[in-house]
């Protein structure tokens, strides 16, 4: 069965800290990647995609990830996080071709602190 | 990208009785989603609610509890029906245009069942 998996359920930080969020998944074929965020109160945000092409992939507001077929992982980075990065992150896949279904990981809550 | 509202936003309501949502996409999409995200938890998907014929379940989520309109490319329903304080959760639709763009996501409906 698909199945996605976030190691870490919460991470604190400090402002300026690195970051890096792990995203394991199981799946018998190709996959779509993608991590989601929801700030507090706001809806459900791509952060970023990947699809096929260079594994390592860049978002919105400095955060890339790279994908590494061997590990079947797609770990979340920034290099220098921010107070308005506080947010919760979901990894998730769907297989490729076609209009299927989003396995989500359960989510890692970041709180950074100035 | 594309723009997806959702009515209503958030709603208290009694056990026993029924609530529909809507999900209103500002563009015609091939696919619609029907996610929920219980309190503290990931979200799961619900129904692919397809265009002109009878939605998709996935295992654990039945036609009578949980059904689902689809009767143009811009708009989809789904009810809540006879709730129990089980069913306090937010309900999110999604939409994927092409097969080969990331699902976005509408702002959610936030429900509570006394």
């Known amino acids: 069965a698909q199945s996605v998996s976030q190691h870490n359920h919460h991470v604190i930080l400090s402002e300026a800290a690195s970051l890096e969020l792990g995203c394991n998944y199981s799946?018998?074929?190709?996959?779509?990647l993608f991590w989601y965020v929801q700030y507090p109160g706001q809806h459900l945000q791509l952060l970023l995609k990947?699809?096929?092409?260079?594994?390592l992939v860049k978002g919105i507001k400095g955060f890339e990830a790279e994908f590494i077929k061997s590990k079947f992982s797609f770990n979340l980075r920034k290099p220098s996080v921010q107070w308005s990065d506080t947010a919760e992150y979901f990894c998730?896949?769907?297989?490729?071709?076609?209009?299927?279904?989003?396995?989500f990981g359960a989510g890692t809550r970041l709180a950074v602190h100035p | 990208s594309a723009v997806i509202s959702q009515k209503p936003s958030r709603d208290i309501c009694q056990r026993g009785t029924s609530l529909t949502i809507q999900c209103q996409v500002d563009s015609q999409v091939t696919m619609m989603f029907w996610y929920r995200q219980q309190p503290g938890q990931s979200l799961t998907l619900i129904a692919t609610a397809n265009q002109g014929s009878e939605a998709t379940y996935e295992s654990g989520f039945v036609i009578d509890k949980f059904p689902i309109s689809r009767p143009n490319l811009t708009f989809s329903t789904l009810t809540v029906s006879n709730m129990s304080p089980e069913d306090s959760s937010i309900y999110l639709c999604s939409v994927d245009r092409s097969g080969e763009e990331p699902q976005y996501f509408g702002p959610g409906t936030r429900l509570t069942v006394l």
């Open positions: 990947y699809f096929s092409g260079d594994p």
């Open positions: 998730a896949v769907n297989a490729r071709g076609g209009y299927n279904k989003l396995i």
């Open positions: 799946y018998g074929g190709t996959v779509n």
